[in-house]
């Protein structure tokens, strides 16, 4: 099994910051049935509902999943505040909370297992993916 940490971005009008950083697990079987886009554990049901409930995500639907071109390897997972679905984009609705999967990051994340962890020296958004064929040394990328 190989982990990649990313981290993740939110954006809220012109500045960036960082709120949690992410851990990208490739994982040899699936996790959730074919026809299931992005699952979240209760852990991660959690840490959106905080994070949704900050002053900073007023007027915002939800987070919005996404990919970008970026590391060594490839791709490296963002996350966003959501204003509203786009037409093509994928929208998961579980118990309360919203994430949209960007139309581009649909097919790298389908069956995919959205996951908070947090120990005494990290907290960070764990996605076991088991689409991932490689990840980077570096702790930026993975590949699909």
């Known amino acids: 099994m190989s982990r990649t940490d990313n981290t993740i971005y939110l954006k809220n009008k012109m500045a ?3 709120i949690a950083s ?3 697990r490739a994982v040899k079987k699936r996790v959730l049935p074919s026809r299931a886009a992005l699952v979240l554990t209760q852990s991660a049901v959690q840490k959106v509902r905080e994070i949704m409930a900050k002053e900073d995500a007023k007027g915002f639907i939800g987070l919005k999943v996404g990919v970008r071109q970026r590391g060594c390897n490839g791709l490296s997972y963002t996350l966003d505040y959501a204003k509203e679905k786009g037409k093509l ?3 998961v ?3 309360g909370v919203t994430i ?3 139309r581009k990051a649909q097919l790298t994340l389908l069956g995919t297992e959205m996951d908070f962890v947090e120990d005494k020296l990290s907290s960070e958004f764990v996605f076991n993916n088991p689409n991932i064929k490689g990840t980077c040394g570096c702790g930026e990328s993975f590949s699909i």
């Open 22 to 24: 992410a851990t990208v």
């Open 16 to 18: 960036t910051k960082t």
């Open 89 to 91: 984009d994928e929208e």
């Open 93 to 95: 609705k579980q118990d």
């Open 100 to 102: 949209i999967i960007d």
